[in-house]
């Protein structure tokens, strides 16, 4: 175990939590509450305008979730909760079509706009309806939730249904996002599930993600394989998409400390560092958006980029790779992501942080949210980062 003292751990405890309630949640609960017609603005220039008043469902699930756990499992913030019924209601209302799915994008009123072709946005909203109905109480919500959930699981073998574009037959392959989110989302709504179901659907999410879709020679995460987990050859078989890997190993140990399996613990341990040490950046510092698992042109013409989320969640995986192992690697790691990511991505003129950074680690696109980046990501990092330095300073100072 590295030597550290209380005190320097608490220093970046105080870091991450300032962050996050004297900057970001305050921008977003300043700039994206739509308080004419319920729901949340995500797309937020720089200085917080809105530029866009369309409404991605996804993104509408994640601030509400996040609004409701802070509320439930941070402080019992009457407005944290307040905000958090704004997009609830406007979910209820608006969110799903006459069969239990959920849009992608409505207009500002709530009227649909893009049909529920991403199973994402199901999961989004499952999240948010149980953590409200913890937060408030609330029957409806918790049913919601439920209903949303076994949606998933009875769409999960074909999320897209009838609105993928693939052809049939020709190259099929298994795409590694739904079993990512499963491991989180099982784990989020344990408290609503049999424990039967729970362990099963968990546990076979949990299986996908480190045997199916974990790469034992490279211990490295492919984006999509073939239905046998073997690789295939193309674009989208060689992929890699470092931020989904590393989120994905957050998402286990945190499942595995649920379970008290250390060897998962381990496991996910060894294929983060080896993610982090394929993708970091030698040249300018930093993460890489996607790369070819071959070395070949990756199909992502934005592969070098600099993404928020990315770093974000590297952060949360190694702090808590590093609590539950002591592995000094797993520290420094931390700390060389650490400075990279506070030395680029705040904005500290008009607060929260920026998404889009160029390999230079520039920024390359100044607004704070869109289609791709809400109230989710930053607040849900600076939040787990906290928790995770003060469980650190707490047993330093024992």
């Excluded at 074909?158 to 392959?173: D, E, H, I, K, M």
């Excluded at 990512?180 to 993600?209: Q, S």
């Excluded at 983060?272 to 070395?295: H, N, P, V």
């Amino acid at each position: 175990m590295v030597s550290m003292s209380a005190d320097s751990l608490l220093a970046y405890e105080q870091q991450y939590r300032s962050a996050l309630l004297d900057d970001v949640l305050p921008f977003w609960a300043r700039h994206s509450l739509d308080r004419d017609h319920g729901g949340y603005f995500s797309c937020l220039d720089r200085e917080g305008k809105v530029y866009d008043t369309d409404k991605f469902v996804w993104l509408q699930g994640r601030q509400a979730w996040m609004f409701s756990a802070l509320y439930h499992r941070l402080e019992q913030r009457g407005d944290w909760l307040e905000i958090a019924k704004l997009g609830i209601d406007f979910l209820k209302r608006h969110g799903r079509d006459e069969h239990g799915d959920w849009f992608f994008a409505l207009a500002r009123d709530g009227r649909p706009l893009v049909q529920p072709y991403s199973i994402f946005s199901d999961c989004f909203a499952a999240m948010a309806f149980s953590e409200y109905a913890r937060a408030a109480g609330d029957a409806e919500a918790r049913q919601i939730a439920l209903d949303t959930y076994r949606n998933i699981i009875r769409r999960k073998d074909n999320p897209a249904g009838r609105y993928s574009t693939a052809v049939p037959g020709t190259r099929p392959l298994r795409n590694f996002t739904l079993p990512m989110i499963l491991t989180n989302l099982c784990l989020e709504l344990e408290w609503l599930l049999d424990p039967e179901e729970f362990r099963r659907d968990a546990g076979g999410a949990l299986l996908d993600v480190m045997t199916v879709y974990r790469d034992p020679q490279r211990n490295l995460i492919f984006e999509n394989v073939a239905p046998d987990g073997s690789h295939v050859d193309s674009f989208e078989g060689r992929v890699l998409n470092p931020g989904h890997g590393i989120e994905a190993m957050w998402f286990a140990i945190d499942l595995a400390r649920h379970w008290q399996d250390a060897a998962t613990i381990e496991l996910a341990t060894d294929t983060m560092l080896d993610i982090l040490s394929l993708s970091w950046d030698e040249r300018e510092g930093g993460i890489f958006a996607f790369l070819d698992a071959e070395g070949r042109p990756p199909e992502q013409l934005e592969w070098d980029q600099k993404l928020w989320w990315v770093h974000l969640e590297a952060l949360v995986a190694l702090l808590m790779a590093f609590n539950s192992t002591g592995r000094v690697k797993c520290w420094e790691w931390f700390q060389k992501v650490h400075e990279w990511s506070w030395g680029h991505f705040p904005d500290p003129r008009y607060g929260e942080w920026f998404g889009y950074l160029n390999r230079r680690g520039e920024v390359l696109l100044n607004m704070k949210g869109g289609k791709w980046k809400g109230c989710f990501h930053v607040p849900r990092a600076l939040w787990r980062c906290s928790l995770e330095l003060q469980a650190m300073a707490v047993r330093a100072a024992a």
